[in-house]
């Protein structure tokens, strides 16, 4: 397989390039200080794997499932909202991305399409990220239609209490919201975010849906415990890319505690920083399920549009399988914690 783009940083730099400076800054940035964004990154790279030598490598298995749904390989899609910043044809692009490179799109409930338009757009499978608006009726109504176009399960948001300072944003005058035209939900009593969503609001959710309930922005272990007794499926570790609060842990940190509070109990997704092979070999040896990148599809979006989103995960994957080949683990299902170790 060739691409136009023959490594990841090429990528990001063509985006960057390409992007009018504040969805460029909107894309890549974090809030505050930017520090746990930061933190991300370098907790990942601190981590060195653990290198199996003489074993054969020819067969390799990446195949896995989220939720009962198969997955050739563990890299899914995470939700983002304004893509109609980054493609003109936004989330319904984004979903034929995912199709052509074989795996799951997970479209945000902040997007500008109807989710019907979405699930048609391509026929790889999907599932929903929700934001709770503060209006069960909107949300009852959006999780009937959610049910009835085929996504395979729903994603509760919850680290979005408030919207984060995104400083970049703050600094330049510019608003992701104003910069799309959002008109208020003019049902809902906060326009934008749930400001008082509690764990009542996960029970009402089971209760409301019939598909299997996740949470994303998980980062403890005493949460982790809750979200399984409250009999949710997804346990998604995430600060949401840096996005939301600054100074807290990086992911990949956070991510061993809650696999053991787990203990198997839901399908463990995470994400943050995300952006080569090994990271995404760290983060599965440390026990998620599933990794999910944001930026690193956004940016061939941006490029060129679901192929570009085809050739930034086919690198991904490309990078997955030389790891795997070279630590001597060729299996992702075989693998444990003591595959990484902290070096720096
Ligand atoms: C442009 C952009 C928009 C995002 N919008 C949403 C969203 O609507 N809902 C959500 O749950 N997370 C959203 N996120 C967070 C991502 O789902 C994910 O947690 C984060 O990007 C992962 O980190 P990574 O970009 O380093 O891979 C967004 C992220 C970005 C970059």
Redesign the pocket.
């Given at each position: 397989m060739t691409w136009p783009y023959v490594t990841i940083p090429e990528i990001r730099r063509a985006a960057r390039e390409k992007l009018p400076r504040e969805a460029w800054n909107?894309?890549d940035g974090g809030s505050e200080t930017e520090i746990t964004m930061r933190r991300?990154r370098r907790a990942i790279r601190r981590l060195a794997i653990r290198q199996d030598i003489l074993v054969d490598a020819r067969v390799l298995e990446l195949a896995t499932s989220l939720c009962g749904v198969p997955l050739s390989w563990p890299v899914v899609i995470?939700?983002?909202?304004?893509l109609v910043l980054f493609h003109p044809e936004g989330d319904v692009e984004m979903g034929r991305g995912a199709q052509l490179a074989d795996t799951l799109q997970f479209l945000?409930?902040?997007t500008g399409w109807p989710v019907e338009d979405v699930a048609k757009g391509s026929s790889g499978p999907k599932m929903f990220?929700l934001y709770h608006h503060g209006d069960r009726a909107w949300v009852a109504d959006l999780m009937a239609r959610v049910e009835a176009s085929g996504y395979h399960s729903v994603v509760l948001?919850v680290d979005v209490q408030v919207y984060s300072r995104r400083e970049r944003d703050v600094a330049a005058r510019w608003s992701p919201r104003e910069a799309m035209k959002i008109a208020p939900n003019p049902r809902g009593p906060d326009p934008h975010y749930p400001t008082r969503l509690t764990w009542d609001d996960v029970d009402w959710l089971r209760k409301t849906t019939k598909l299997p309930v996740g949470l994303?922005g998980i980062m403890t272990a005493r949460d982790a415990r809750r979200a399984i007794e409250h009999g949710v499926k997804i346990v998604w570790v995430?600060n949401?890319?840096g996005?939301q609060l600054d100074a807290t842990q990086a992911s990949i940190d956070a991510l061993p505690a809650v696999v053991d509070a787990v203990a198997g109990a839901a399908d463990i997704v995470i994400?943050?920083?995300?952006t080569r092979g090994t990271d995404v070999l760290k983060g599965l040896a440390r026990g998620a399920n599933v990794i999910?990148?944001?930026?690193?599809a956004?940016w061939g979006l941006a490029v060129n549009g679901a192929p570009g989103v085809e050739n930034a995960l086919g690198l991904l994957r490309e990078e997955l399988k030389i790891a795997m080949a070279l630590s001597g683990h060729t299996s992702i299902q075989r693998l444990t914690p003591d595959l990484v170790f902290q070096v720096d």
């Amino acid at each position: 397989m060739t691409w136009p783009y023959v490594t990841i940083p090429e990528i990001r730099r063509a985006a960057r390039e390409k992007l009018p400076r504040e969805a460029w800054n909107f894309g890549d940035g974090g809030s505050e200080t930017e520090i746990t964004m930061r933190r991300n990154r370098r907790a990942i790279r601190r981590l060195a794997i653990r290198q199996d030598i003489l074993v054969d490598a020819r067969v390799l298995e990446l195949a896995t499932s989220l939720c009962g749904v198969p997955l050739s390989w563990p890299v899914v899609i995470a939700p983002m909202g304004g893509l109609v910043l980054f493609h003109p044809e936004g989330d319904v692009e984004m979903g034929r991305g995912a199709q052509l490179a074989d795996t799951l799109q997970f479209l945000s409930g902040a997007t500008g399409w109807p989710v019907e338009d979405v699930a048609k757009g391509s026929s790889g499978p999907k599932m929903f990220q929700l934001y709770h608006h503060g209006d069960r009726a909107w949300v009852a109504d959006l999780m009937a239609r959610v049910e009835a176009s085929g996504y395979h399960s729903v994603v509760l948001t919850v680290d979005v209490q408030v919207y984060s300072r995104r400083e970049r944003d703050v600094a330049a005058r510019w608003s992701p919201r104003e910069a799309m035209k959002i008109a208020p939900n003019p049902r809902g009593p906060d326009p934008h975010y749930p400001t008082r969503l509690t764990w009542d609001d996960v029970d009402w959710l089971r209760k409301t849906t019939k598909l299997p309930v996740g949470l994303k922005g998980i980062m403890t272990a005493r949460d982790a415990r809750r979200a399984i007794e409250h009999g949710v499926k997804i346990v998604w570790v995430s600060n949401h890319g840096g996005r939301q609060l600054d100074a807290t842990q990086a992911s990949i940190d956070a991510l061993p505690a809650v696999v053991d509070a787990v203990a198997g109990a839901a399908d463990i997704v995470i994400d943050g920083g995300f952006t080569r092979g090994t990271d995404v070999l760290k983060g599965l040896a440390r026990g998620a399920n599933v990794i999910a990148v944001g930026r690193q599809a956004l940016w061939g979006l941006a490029v060129n549009g679901a192929p570009g989103v085809e050739n930034a995960l086919g690198l991904l994957r490309e990078e997955l399988k030389i790891a795997m080949a070279l630590s001597g683990h060729t299996s992702i299902q075989r693998l444990t914690p003591d595959l990484v170790f902290q070096v720096d």
